[in-house]
């Protein structure tokens, strides 16, 4: 007979259903992922890329957690790269090119082979509270499932309407279904919602793309993987090239001829876009001098067949896509395959819900992903395994499990929703971090694996965190005490020799102020010391002394923040300031702050913004 009770439902297979469901099946329960079959689970509507500047320590923390998507984007990735190479270590960022298709068969593949859960491919179209505990979920199959703890991870799937022109359609993506609203979903239960919108560009068939002109950006081969345990630079499938295009006078001018049949512009969309990602229209109105944009070909697959133009997101009608397109130099033969469009769609207001993720007046009823108003399939993936635990907690009986934001990306995120109403879609920037020189890609293992959820809920440690944090304990306190003979070039350190304990520069110091790359350096130093060092130990050591004295400084800087509260501020100066965004300074004009607290009571600004007006007072 057809299992008809659950521990856990998951309704939706994308990215954050999916992380919540395998975390929750290691508490050895079981698990339902409930999603309808027109959509493939783990899939990719939008860019096939997963990481990017704060996205991949978002990434790496899931990882560190016991989750899936590192370990999929390593199995998947064509093209590898880390961002913000130029600026430093304790910056940098890595973004893996996927191939979509492979993607989503990684994804299934890893949750077929655990027993516990269970897919069950169906739209899930009411949800009961029992008077007991837990829910009743009714499927359009007429069937129903009975559950303990239940986990809506649902997208864009709720209320969507898509475009494509004056086409108007219901949908979560272009030609699909949608999704009742939450109102109908969960007719006993009050929640309050909020309309947003998003986009995606058309793809463009390879045939007839000629490439002689473009830029060629090459996969790099010494991006590190994101899991833990592979190889940090094994790759799984063969690598590709992205090619960077432009668009020019005539781009721009077929958009702004258009610019009455553009749904963003007519008025035919309500909801909110996300402002840090403009689509080619909003590029094109708000920038009427600027001509060129960066358009970056990134291929879908290993197969090249289709390419994603990073950078055009559009819902001009379908001719005025094909119109667009062609102008651009390199895709004047160029055919496409699927035309971008815009979604629309509701999402909770994300301050009824804990920092758990479960709501405040319905007991183990947990919300993840972009139906908390976020976008991005790593924000979804780090809700998704935040809620996951909870609602596996919840069952158990157990105390709540929540990650502060002084630690995780993920804790900045989570957060940021339950404490302010948003009025954009969300994602994750380094600047929404306080102490993003601490939130590092190099040192998650220090600041996730020992955490509360391996060690203090009982679930088992792998053996490579357990060596990788005995290893970086025992070397730290050596790279303390050693000390070295330094030759300098124009006050630089150039090269060195060890002294051992007397009168000398401390190793510690040495990596402070070296002209060199600090992780040969340190690797350079183990090695003549005879001492085998694996590289990520290595890199995560260097990173961390070299920037000691940084996070020191922020920390302090942060508690100043804390005492500025009362002074008065110049709001017309701030929205001339070179160093505010956009956005920010949007909101500041809205807003009209007098003092420093009431700036930081602006919904939306940003903590580097914060520590910038401080630096002012
Ligand atoms: C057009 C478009 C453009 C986007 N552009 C960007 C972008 O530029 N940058 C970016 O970072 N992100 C973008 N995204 C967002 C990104 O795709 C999502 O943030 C991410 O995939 C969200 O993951 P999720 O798990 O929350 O939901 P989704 O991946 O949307 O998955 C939702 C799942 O729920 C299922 N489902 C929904 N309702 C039901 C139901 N009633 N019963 C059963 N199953 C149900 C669906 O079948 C689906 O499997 C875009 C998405 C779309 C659709």
């Known amino acids: 007979m057809v299992q008809r009770e659950f ?45 990017g500047v704060g996205k991949g320590q978002v990434v790496r923390e899931i990882d560190a957690l016991g989750g899936l998507m590192g370990k999929l984007a390593d199995l998947s990735a064509i093209q590898c790269r880390t961002l913000n190479e130029s600026k430093g270590y304790a910056v940098q960022s890595t973004r893996f090119q996927v191939d979509k298709e492979a993607y989503s068969k990684n994804a299934i593949d890893q949750l077929s082979e655990i027993d516990s859960i269970r897919l ?21 199959d007429n069937s129903d499932l009975q559950v303990k703890s239940l986990i809506l991870a649902t997208g864009t799937f709720s209320r969507g309407i898509t475009h494509l022109g004056d086409l108007v359609d219901s949908g979560g993506r ?28 058309p793809r463009v068939a390879s045939p007839g793309v000629d490439l002689k002109g473009a830029i060629e950006q090459k996969s790099d081969s010494s991006s590190l993987n994101f899991h833990y345990a592979h190889n940090p630079s094994d790759r799984f499938m063969g690598q590709v090239s992205c090619y960077k295009l432009e668009t020019n006078s005539r781009t721009l001018d077929i958009i702004r001829d258009n610019r009455e049949r553009s749904p963003l512009f007519n008025g035919q969309i309500e909801g909110i876009g996300p402002r840090y990602c403009p689509s080619i229209e909003d590029k094109a109105y708000r920038y009427p001098e600027k001509n060129i944009h960066n358009v970056f070909l990134e291929p879908e697959g290993i197969d090249g067949k289709t390419f994603y133009p990073n950078g055009l997101s559009t819902s001009l009608p379908a001719e005025v ?47 993840a992903g972009q139906i908390n108003g976020t976008s991005g399939y790593e924000e979804a993936a780090g809700q998704g395994i935040v809620a996951g635990i909870n609602a596996a907690l919840k069952v158990l009986g157990r105390p709540e499990f929540t990650v502060d934001r002084v630690r995780s990306y993920i804790g900045v995120m989570i957060d940021d929703l339950v404490t302010a109403a948003k009025d954009e879609p969300y994602r994750l920037f380094t600047a929404r971090a306080e102490n993003r020189l601490f939130i590092r890609e190099d040192n998650v293992i220090n600041r996730i694996g020992p955490c509360r959820l391996r060690l203090e809920l009982d679930l088992p440690v792998d053996n490579y965190i357990k060596g990788f944090l005995e290893q970086y304990e025992l070397l730290f ?16 350190i150039s090269s060195y020799k060890i002294v051992g304990n007397c009168d000398g520069l401390r190793l510690s110091e040495a990596i402070r102020q070296s002209d060199l790359d600090i992780i040969p350096f340190l690797a350079g130093f183990f090695l003549s010391k005879g001492i085998e060092v694996a590289r990520p130990v290595v890199r ?69 913004t914060l520590a910038y007006v401080a630096g002012l007072l």
Request: glycine share 8%; hydrophobic share 40%.
């Open 540 to 608: 995560a050591l260097a990173i961390s002394i070299k920037y000691e004295g940084y996070i020191k400084r922020s920390e302090r800087a942060k508690g100043r923040l804390e005492q500025l509260g009362v002074k008065k501020i110049n709001w017309q100066i701030l929205i001339e300031a070179e160093n505010i965004s956009f956005e920010c300074k949007q909101r500041i004009q809205r807003e009209k702050p007098q003092t420093f607290l009431q700036l930081q009571r602006i919904n939306g600004i940003r903590p580097a």
């Open 174 to 201: 272009f030609a699909d279904f949608s999704s009742p609203s939450l109102g109908q979903l969960f007719p006993e239960v009050k929640l309050k919602t909020v309309r947003f919108k998003t986009g995606t560009p």
């Open 7 to 51: 521990d856990i439902a998951v309704v939706g297979g994308g990215h954050a259903g999916v992380e919540a469901a395998y975390i929750a099946a290691q508490f050895d329960l079981s698990v339902a992922i409930i999603t309808d079959p027109s959509v493939v689970i783990s899939s990719t509507p939008c860019n096939p890329a997963i990481g």
């Open 477 to 492: 306190g050596c790279i303390k005490s050693y000390q070295l003979s330094v030759t300098r070039d124009k006050g630089l």
């Open 120 to 140: 069950v491919s169906a739209r899930v179209v009411k949800v009961n509270r029992l008077k007991t505990a837990g829910f009743l979920l009714e499927l359009d």
């Open 321 to 367: 896509q094909r119109d667009f397109i062609s102008s651009i130099s390199g895709l004047a033969q160029a055919k496409i395959a699927h035309y971008g469009y815009a979604v629309e769609y509701d999402v909770i207001e994300t301050t009824q819900l804990k920092p758990t993720l479960e709501h405040k007046d319905v007991a183990a009823l947990f919300f």
